[in-house]
């Protein structure tokens, strides 16, 4: 079946504590994005990537890195979580980018206490 | 990136026609239009997408005047199950830019 996959679905942790959250798609997509979700601000891209080894900033970028060393895996990683950065957070990808239509994950709802 | 304008929310009943309308007044001349339907702590889901006059999927409608500056989708005999939030999209690039959306709550 074709998706993305977002480990984990839950994650609370404690500010400035490393942490990582998984993004696998199977589909072959060249471009992979992360956003976040807030309430009433609806979804804001943090970063994106066209192609392996290609990322790019988003409009949230703050805080956050990300890397694309294989096609199918864009993990999201926040080397010292604050507590703003508590949000619901969907990784989606889409066969080149360019407005085609993006397949997202279920989401990783990341406390940061 | 063309900014979007949608109405904050909308309520219909079950078995009613539904139209939500979105305005993208500078949208760009390679900018598609796409719809994206939202449960709670799901991850939005593609509806459908268009680049100008009409387009019809088994789910919806989206209707896109000459000029581009709008489009509306139409939700034909909602149900329940349609309560949701309603993303409209306006872009071709990369960075993708999601508005609040329309909530949509479908009475009984």
């Known amino acids: 079946e074709a998706q993305v996959t977002q480990n984990p679905r839950y994650l609370i942790t404690v500010t400035g504590k490393k942490l990582t959250v998984t993004c696998s798609q199977n589909?072959?997509?060249?471009?992979m994005s992360w956003y976040r979700q807030d309430p009433g601000l609806g979804l804001r891209q943090i970063y994106y990537?066209?192609?392996?080894?290609?990322?790019d900033k988003g409009d949230v970028p703050e805080g956050y890195k990300v890397s694309r060393k294989e096609k199918r895996n864009f993990p999201l990683i926040l080397e010292s979580p604050s507590p703003n950065q508590t949000s619901l957070y969907f990784c989606?990808?889409?066969?080149?980018?360019?407005?085609?239509?993006?397949?997202f994950g279920s989401g990783t709802q990341l406390s940061v206490l | 990136l063309a900014k979007t304008t949608q109405p904050i929310s909308m309520d219909s009943y079950e078995g009613q026609e539904v139209n939500i309308t979105c305005s993208h007044n500078?949208?760009?001349?390679?900018?598609?239009i796409t719809w994206y339907q939202q449960f709670p702590s799901q991850g939005p889901r593609f509806i459908i997408q268009g680049y100008k006059t009409k387009v019809t999927n088994e789910v919806a409608s989206l209707f896109i005047p000459a000029d581009r500056k709008s489009s509306t989708l139409s939700l034909p005999r909602v149900s329940l199950s349609d309560t949701a939030v309603y993303y409209c999209l306006v872009g071709y690039g990369q960075n993708f830019v999601f508005g609040p959306g329309t909530r949509l709550s479908v009475l009984p």
């Open positions: 589909m072959n997509h060249e471009y």
């Open positions: 989606a990808s889409s066969p080149r980018g360019y407005g085609e239509k993006l397949f």
């Open positions: 990537s066209m192609n392996v080894e290609v990322t």
């Open positions: 500078n949208i760009a001349t390679n900018d598609y």
